[in-house]
């Protein structure tokens, strides 16, 4: 099952252990139909036109997502080297 591709309005039948919603870097909306993912810096997206200060937004992910960060190994992965 391709967990990226879920209705987020949609609870699926079986929820994967690995989903973003169980992550630790998972932060939910106010809505709890998306979230942030707060695993890398927030990404730039524009200035804003009143103010001019530059604006930031950390990436928007469905709680059913998944992402890199539960392959196998990653745990180990400060030990490579």
Same mark, same amino acid.
């Given at each position: 099952m @391709?967990?990226? @591709? !879920?209705?987020?309005d #949609? $609870? +699926?039948?079986? !929820?994967? /252990? #690995?989903?973003c $919603?169980?992550?630790f =870097?998972?932060?939910?909306?106010?809505?709890?139909?998306?979230?942030f993912?707060?695993?890398? +810096? /927030?990404?730039f997206? %524009?200035v804003?036109?009143?103010s001019? *200060?530059p604006r *930031? *937004? =950390? /990436?928007?992910?469905? /709680? %059913?997502?998944?992402?890199?960060?539960? $392959?196998e190994?990653? #745990?180990?992965?400060?030990?490579?080297?």
């Amino acid at each position: 099952m @391709n967990w990226s @591709n !879920l209705d987020m309005d #949609e $609870e +699926p039948a079986m !929820l994967a /252990p #690995e989903a973003c $919603e169980n992550c630790f =870097f998972y932060k939910a909306a106010r809505s709890r139909k998306h979230g942030f993912c707060q695993a890398n +810096p /927030p990404q730039f997206t %524009h200035v804003d036109g009143d103010s001019g *200060f530059p604006r *930031f *937004f =950390f /990436p928007v992910v469905s /709680p %059913h997502a998944w992402c890199g960060k539960w $392959e196998e190994g990653d #745990e180990d992965a400060g030990d490579k080297g």
